[in-house]
């Protein structure tokens, strides 16, 4: 009780920005390089920018939230791969999803938000990244869309987003349904890591960008709880339960 009691005083709300800020510091002092490089001799491989620069970051604006989980390293969700062999007509036997480098997850174990990372903003990584996350940005508002259970109104201000990082910058997608099978995606905010102490403010811009992205990942994962609540509650109803082969009156039913 006395740790908890000391945890909960010594940890504020604004700890992340602290965090964050002197992660940036440090690397603008000891590794000033890996900030100004555009990386196309490729002295830094995508690991680098990951577990130096990117994944502090997340980790430090996430480690509060509620429900949601951050899943590192190339990794597939179960969704996906079943959206895939529902769309293959042949042998589904050895058909997995896309593998995506970092899946925010819900306690439901849905995705929310999906991140791709790469170590330069190559032509044929950079598009073969994007019709990935946005394959799966589709498939994570669908599980949503489809439940008959949420709400319109809480669908309809739902943001279902994903992130496509290279190097040191980075943007961030939003994928909305329009119409009936039509939807829409477009960049609503890029991600910049400042590059020495002179551009620092953008650090700002970054830290309000990232709260967005938590305040939606949480959203999502909210209404996840809804349909996971929804689906127990039909998994446990007597209509579940009972035997409609004979007649109710008998007793070995």
Known sequence: ???????????????????????????????????????KKNEYTEADFVNKLWAPLFESFFRDSPNVTLKWGESVCEDSTAIKKDSITGSVKNI???????????????????????????????????????????????????????????????????????????????????DNGLYISNTIGSLRIPSGPADLNVLRVLFERLDEVKRNAVYISNLHAIIQKDMALKNNSMDKKRCCDVSPNRNDC
């Open 96 to 178: 997995i999803g896309d593998k995506v480098d970092l899946r925010i997850t819900s306690a439901a174990g849905h995705d929310v938000i999906n991140v791709e990372f790469a170590r330069n903003p190559d032509d044929t990584k950079y598009y073969g990244d994007r019709r990935k996350i946005l394959r799966e940005s589709k498939n994570n508002a669908d599980f949503v869309y489809r439940s008959t259970c949420v709400k319109r109104t809480l669908k309809k201000k739902m943001k279902s987003l994903c992130i496509q990082i290279a190097g040191n910058q980075g943007e961030i997608t939003e994928t909305r349904l329009k």
């Open 1 to 39: 009780m006395c740790l908890k009691k000391q945890a909960e005083y010594a940890f504020t709300p604004k700890e992340k920005y602290f965090e964050c800020y002197a992660q940036v510091l440090k690397l603008i002092k000891f590794t000033p390089s890996f900030l100004f490089s555009d990386n």
